[in-house]
């Protein structure tokens, strides 16, 4: 069981780094290239995709696990759930594809970008490519076609990586020095888009991966069942409101920089913070890769006997490797970041980095502890606790944002304090309606001592060599303790791989 988990995730992982590798190496390059102020441009349109994304798939991915697994060995009625899964989705995007063409020009005024109307026409076909593919993805995952579903992943990627080099670095200054193809590339490149060739990029990439997940979108008889749709948005509109709240606690707080500072100051502030908000990718890959290999994983072997165990050990291992993550990108902060952002521009924002690492860490606590909700088909308690999470990034940002001149700051801790209490307020709730054998102890000390050593590091000094000597020290000092903690547990493991090992001789 654990062996299939570990090369599962181990597949995902390393897909889901590659996958984010290439966005990872892009932002460094754009930001180098554009200031704060064009970057935003980029930013604002993807701060907000999140929350189009949730709408357009409405929790039909989770659900359609959820029912895939109900019926078991009914080869008919999972196909019938995923093509109705599928559908709805389908139905949705196209639906918002077309009334967010009509509407275009007033929608791009009134998300504050008048002249950039064919930015977000680009920006609607990728939402919209991107959510139909979605629940494909999902039956990929279920099918256990990890290599297939990581392949396409990739692809989407490579393809947006170099798509975006091309349009915004190598045909400008191939018709500037007048080479090859110079006369042709004058004639339809803009060199007003600037980052908006961006968006091109991607659209490119999102319909080559929609046009080679076509084979597995159409696999199977198509069915549709209206009174089964029912039952799942039932089941499925708690998650939608779940991934509403998450993605307004993730990426809102973009929207109220632009909204409530002043123009000028909105557009500098949410460059810098965007970018330097990149730099919490090394711990959203880590819990990404996790939950893509773990989400199918938890709802197989929900029946298990000792489900909850195997749940609690996970969740303490997930702990370790998150903490560790975390102090050692906070201890090491001040050359990575630097490394990663060359623009000097940019820098003042590292302030806000280890808050947001921490931040970043809690959620990926609070996404482990959700099962509880999903596996008792009580979705909408996970509605609840993201909406308490949501309301309190609201409040926090629009409060500091309007009556401080804290700027960015304000959302840095905003998500801190949101993703703090919802973490706190899953495991309560979640021991008393779904109890599972957590050791809340050791994950206090890994969890809590590793946010405070990191707030420690960072914040002990103005000087940048004292900053990364305490930093590493305090990290040394961590894994030497977490070690000592689970020596019995590494002893025991040891002995298991070699019991495997000579199995495997006999």
Same mark, same amino acid.
């Given at each position: 069981?654990y062996?299939?988990?570990?090369s599962?995730?181990?597949?995902?992982g390393?897909?889901?780094v590659?996958?984010r590798?290439f966005?990872f190496?892009?932002?460094?390059i754009?930001?180098?290239?554009f200031?704060p102020?064009?970057y935003?441009?980029?930013?604002?349109?993807?701060s907000a995709?999140?929350?189009?994304s949730?709408?357009?798939?409405?929790?039909?991915?989770?659900t359609?696990?959820r029912f895939?697994?109900k019926?078991k060995?009914q080869?008919d009625r999972?196909n019938?759930v995923?093509f109705t899964?599928f559908?709805s989705v389908?139905m949705?995007?196209?639906l918002?594809l077309?009334?967010g063409?009509?509407?275009?020009?007033?929608l791009?005024?009134?998300?504050k970008?008048?002249d950039?109307?064919?930015f977000?026409?680009?920006?609607?076909?990728?939402?919209a490519a991107d959510?139909?593919s979605?629940?494909?993805?999902a039956k990929?995952?279920?099918?256990?076609r990890s290599?297939?579903?990581?392949?396409l992943?990739?692809?989407?990627?490579?393809i947006?990586?170099f798509?975006?080099v091309?349009?915004?670095f190598?045909?400008?200054?191939?018709?500037e020095?007048?080479g090859?193809?110079?006369?042709f590339?004058?004639?339809?490149y803009?060199?007003n888009?600037?980052i908006?060739?961006a968006f091109?990029a991607?659209l490119?990439?999102?319909i080559?991966t929609f046009?080679?997940?076509?084979?597995?979108?159409?696999?199977?008889k198509?069915?549709f069942d209206?009174?089964l749709?029912k039952k799942?948005?039932?089941y499925?509109w $708690?998650?939608?409101?779940?991934?509403?709240?998450?993605?307004i606690?993730e990426?809102?707080d973009r929207?109220?920089?632009k909204?409530l500072l002043?123009?000028?100051i909105?557009?500098?502030?949410?460059?810098?913070?965007s970018?330097?908000?990149k730099?919490?990718?090394f711990?959203?890959?880590f819990?990404t890769?996790?939950?893509?290999g773990?989400e199918?994983?938890f709802?197989s072997?929900?029946?298990?006997k000792?489900?909850?165990?195997t749940y609690a050990t996970?969740?303490k291992?997930?702990?370790?490797f998150s903490?560790?993550?975390?102090l050692?990108l906070?201890?090491?902060?001040?050359?990575?970041?630097r490394?990663?952002?060359r623009?000097t521009?940019?820098?003042s924002?590292?302030?806000?980095v280890?808050?947001l690492?921490?931040?970043?860490?809690?959620?990926g606590?609070y996404?482990n502890?959700s099962i509880?909700?999903?596996?008792?088909d009580?979705t909408h308690?996970?509605?609840i606790?993201?909406?308490?999470?949501?309301?309190?990034?609201?409040?926090?940002?629009?409060i500091?944002?309007k009556?401080t001149?804290?700027?960015?700051?304000?959302?840095a801790?905003?998500t801190?304090?949101?993703?703090l209490?919802?973490?706190?307020?899953?495991?309560?709730w979640g021991?008393?309606?779904?109890?599972i $054998?957590?050791?809340?102890?050791k994950?206090?000390?890994?969890i809590g001592?590793s946010?405070?050593l990191?707030l420690?590091?960072y914040y002990?000094?103005?000087?940048i060599?004292?900053?990364?000597?305490?930093?590493?020290?305090?990290f040394?000092i961590f894994?030497?303790l977490?070690l000592k903690?689970?020596y019995?547990?590494?002893?025991?493991?040891?002995?298991?791989?070699?019991?495997l090992?000579?199995?495997?001789?006999?």
């Open positions: 069981m062996k299939k988990l570990l599962q995730t181990l597949i995902y390393l897909s889901n590659l996958v590798v966005p190496i892009l932002t460094p754009l930001v180098r290239t200031g102020f064009k935003s441009i980029y930013a604002d349109f993807y995709a999140g929350i189009l949730v709408l357009l798939t409405h929790g039909m991915e989770t359609f696990f895939f697994q019926f060995d080869g999972q019938t995923y899964s559908t389908c949705v995007s196209l918002f077309l009334l063409i009509i509407s275009r020009e007033p791009a005024s009134a998300f970008h008048p950039e109307v064919i977000l026409v680009w920006f609607l076909f990728i939402l959510a139909i979605a629940v494909p993805f990929l995952r279920i099918q256990n290599l297939y579903f990581a392949s992943k990739i692809l989407n990627s490579v947006m990586f798509s975006t091309i349009l915004i190598w045909i400008p200054k191939l018709i020095h007048d090859i193809g110079a006369a590339f004058s004639k339809i803009n060199f888009y600037g908006g060739y091109a991607n490119f990439a999102s080559i046009l080679a997940l076509l084979p597995t979108m159409l696999d199977g198509y069915t209206y009174t749709w799942m948005l039932s499925a $708690p998650i939608t409101i779940a991934g509403l709240a998450g993605i606690n990426t809102m929207q109220f920089i909204y002043p123009k000028g909105a557009e500098v502030q949410m460059g810098i913070y970018a330097v908000y730099i919490a990718t711990i959203t890959l819990k890769a996790y939950l893509l773990v199918p994983f709802f072997h929900a029946d298990n000792n489900s909850g165990k996970l969740m291992y997930y702990a370790i903490a560790v993550i975390l050692f906070t201890a090491n902060l001040d050359w990575i970041g490394l990663y952002i623009n521009d940019y820098w924002g590292f302030q806000v280890p808050i690492l921490i931040g970043s860490t809690f959620l606590i996404l502890l509880w909700y999903k596996l008792s009580n308690y996970g509605a606790i993201s909406g308490i999470g949501a309301c309190i990034t609201v409040a926090l940002n629009f500091g944002l009556y001149d804290l700027g960015y700051w304000v959302c801790i905003a801190f304090v949101s993703y209490t919802m973490m706190l307020i899953s495991y309560f021991q008393r309606e779904y109890p $054998p957590y050791n809340y102890k994950l206090i000390f890994y001592g946010s405070l990191s420690i590091a002990c000094s103005n000087h060599a004292i900053r990364i000597g305490v930093g590493n020290i305090l040394i894994i030497y977490t903690i689970e019995k547990d590494i002893q025991i493991f040891k002995e298991k791989i070699l019991q090992k000579k199995g495997k001789k006999n």
